[in-house]
């Protein structure tokens, strides 16, 4: 349970599979303008991250490496991410249909979000157990999360209480924010780390 819970803590904070890897970062800049859109992406993100590796593990270990067919998991792995995320637009479109509206085409590039098939990647070169994939999964999601939710936080409050100059507004504002923000959590790197 020990390991469980470091995996966990690591994949939110010392290893953040975006402002360590810098992984997902499409969605995340272009998503990370409004609080309320960062949360509902967040949110989706969650889903589909858990969800993905929860298939993928036992789809690798249980037909592919038994088959000998683990040279096409990259295939299988985004087959079943392109599942995953058509199966939250629809969820999305039947009962979230302004959130919906505002992710505009990001919701479908989560198919090609490198966060997704990172965590499903990772739990191969890892070796997780299936456990492991899970919390690591969910622990990556919800890192994922925790900087977009932040970033998007403190984006709103800099529109609120100052003038960016025109050069910075936009991206340049998120990715210093997100660099200051991935400097922080460096500060956790010495607490837990994965292999």
């Not at 040279?71 to 991410?81: D, E, G, N, Q, S």
Request: glycine share 8%; hydrophobic share 65%.
């Amino acid at each position: 349970m020990g390991n469980l819970l470091t995996i966990f803590i690591a994949a939110v904070f010392t290893h953040n599979i975006a402002l360590t890897y810098l992984l997902g970062m499409c969605p995340f800049i272009a998503l990370s303008k409004s609080f309320k859109t960062a949360f509902g992406m967040g949110i989706a993100v969650i889903f589909v991250v858990t969800l993905t590796a929860a298939i993928n593990w036992p789809i690798y270990h249980l037909i592919l490496v038994p088959a000998g067919c683990e040279l096409i998991y990259y295939i299988v792995f985004i087959i079943v991410i392109a599942a995953s995320v058509q199966l939250v637009e629809m969820i999305m479109e039947k009962f979230f249909v302004v959130l919906q509206a505002s992710f505009g085409i990001f919701l479908p590039l989560i198919t090609v979000n490198c966060t997704v098939l990172a965590v499903s990647l990772f739990m191969v070169l890892r070796s997780y157990s299936y456990l492991a994939t899970i919390v690591f999964a969910f622990g990556s999601a919800v890192g994922w999360m925790l900087a977009i939710l932040i970033v998007a936080a403190i984006n709103e409050k800099l529109r609120l209480v100052s003038d960016i100059p025109k050069g910075l507004r936009g991206p340049g504002i998120i990715m210093i924010i997100a660099g200051i923000i991935a400097l922080a959590f460096l500060g956790f790197g010495g607490m837990v780390r994965i292999q």
